[in-house]
């Protein structure tokens, strides 16, 4: 059996495809670099991160773009014809007066760990593009149009495209091609796949909230008319049926379903085995209760489906109610070699399982200055949308435990650099040490962001101890707590409990869609130069 979420965490909009025995899993990456994960998997049980597409920070540049922006939902397919993966992608730049200002673009490259050809601009006609190749040598680009004119049906419809390979770009202007297959209204994450002679969409319908969902229609013709399912949603949390088309709330909270482990269910992308069997991988959440707060944002979760007699794609067991555990393919047990707990900064080059916003780490990261230690140059605060010195992982369960240990000599209060959980630069809490010119001398406190308002938590001001220090950060379930040792063996709490349901979509005024992560920084108000060593970072799920 396959346990449901398959990847847990910051994992959202997931896109599947198959090459030969191997199965490559990508997900969006909103304002972080590297951009574009890429898990790989031979059973679809086991997954290794693997690889990311987006490696240039200057294209694109997300520098200045508020949080959850930047990298929308890709779409990732093998072209057999050509030996080509190709990658199509969208980079929100604003969500302003609800016009939604995205430029989608597409790259190929002859492996999935390149080298990636330069970016195609394709159109700038909403988000969530993606492509069919079709078996007559055609391409076609669908994605959801951003309606913004008064008095027309919201967020919009589907539209296409044809994509010419040869000259790099579409042909004409995307015509509408499906307005959705139930009335839960905010249409969106379109995908044509084509099987036995006919055209299927795939898309998401609901909000990606708690009344998302996976739905389906087919076509004679790539252009229409399409049908939808008689049976729709194919996949979801809440089977509710409602018209919901009025409502542009994406959320739509009032559709929890408390009988449900899984919820959010939707945006989903269809892959096949060689055999033949159909499954379908899809985003999902699990919040905390009552407030509906997901901490760990929206995950990737996975469906065993059927296609039916008279062609249509249904879940194996005859409902449309995800599940979490679904019955794996007949597939060959394939281990993978997992993420490492414990980092000790041994190798020349940084784990694939770090991030940092808006610029890549090599920026500011540098694993050659001081042998088995990771340096970090200051640059701006973690409240800046532009270059900051943060380097994190996703938060992939509640249940942890973070330590690292830092050698840092803070010259000036400017100079500042620990340990953080961070949702986003407006939402995030610090253990720092830095100088204290009230104790004259360096320190360590808590430094917390909460929805943009900056607060020095009262009464965690202590002396900060000669030579490196130890910080430790543990989740558990809602309670988040900061320890300092000087050891390494003795930890003294600092700061209150803080409550964990807090940095998540649903309580984050400022931003939305991604999930927590947790990581060491370095400030240099002043010079943008001043460095933190650290010697090791471990994570650990408990």
Known sequence: MIKNPILPGFNPDPVICRRDDWYYLMVSSFEWFPGLPVYRSKDMKNWELYT?????????????????????????????????????????????????????????????????????????????????????????????????????????????????AESRSIKGYPKVIWRGGTERGCLEAPHLYKKDGRYYIMTAEGGTGYYHCVTIGRSETPWGPYEGDPQNPVITSQPKVSDERSDVDHLKPHYYNPDSYLQKSGHGSLVETPAGDPYVFHLTSRPFTPELRCTLGRETAVQKMVWTEDGWLRMADGSNFAKAEVEAPALAEAPVKALPEHDDFDSEELGV?????????????????????????GQESQASQNKVSLLARKLTSTNLEITTKMDFTPEIHHHYAGLTLYYDNMNNILLRKYYSETLGGNAL????????????????????PEGPVYFRLTVKDRVTRFFWSS????????????????????????????????????????????????????????
């Not at 078996?135 to 919201?154: A, C, F, N, Q």
Request: proline content about 7%; some cysteine.
């Open 353 to 377: 399982q770090y991030y940092s916003p808006r610029i890549m780490p090599s920026r500011f990261a540098d694993l050659k200055a001081r042998p088995g230690w990771i340096r970090l140059r």
């Open 52 to 164: 990311h597409v987006l490696t240039d920070d200057t294209n694109p540049d997300l520098k200045k773009l508020p949080s959850s922006k930047g990298i929308w939902a890709p779409c990732l397919t093998w072209c057999v014809e050509e030996g080509l993966f190709y990658v199509v992608y969208g980079v929100m730049n604003s969500m302003n007066a609800r016009y939604f200002d995205v430029d989608n673009y597409l790259m190929t490259a002859p492996d999935i760990t390149g080298p990636w050809s330069e970016p195609v601009y394709l159109h700038s006609a909403g988000f969530d593009a993606s492509i069919l190749h079709d078996d007559d040598g055609k391409k076609y680009i669908v994605s959801l149009d951003w309606e913004t004119r008064d008095g027309y049906e919201k967020p919009g419809p589907i539209t296409m495209v044809e994509y010419d």
């Open 487 to 542: 050891d390494g063996s003795d930890w003294e709490a600092i700061g209150p409990s803080i409550d964990t349901s807090k940095f998540s979509d649903e309580y984050c005024e400022f931003g939305e869609f991604t999930g927590t992560m947790a990581g060491i920084i370095n400030c240099d108000l002043i010079r943008r130069q001043h460095p933190a060593d650290f010697d090791f970072f471990e994570y650990r799920d408990l």
């Open 445 to 464: 406190s808590l430094v917390r962001i909460d929805n943009g308002e900056k607060v020095e938590i009262e009464g965690t001001r202590v002396p900060a």
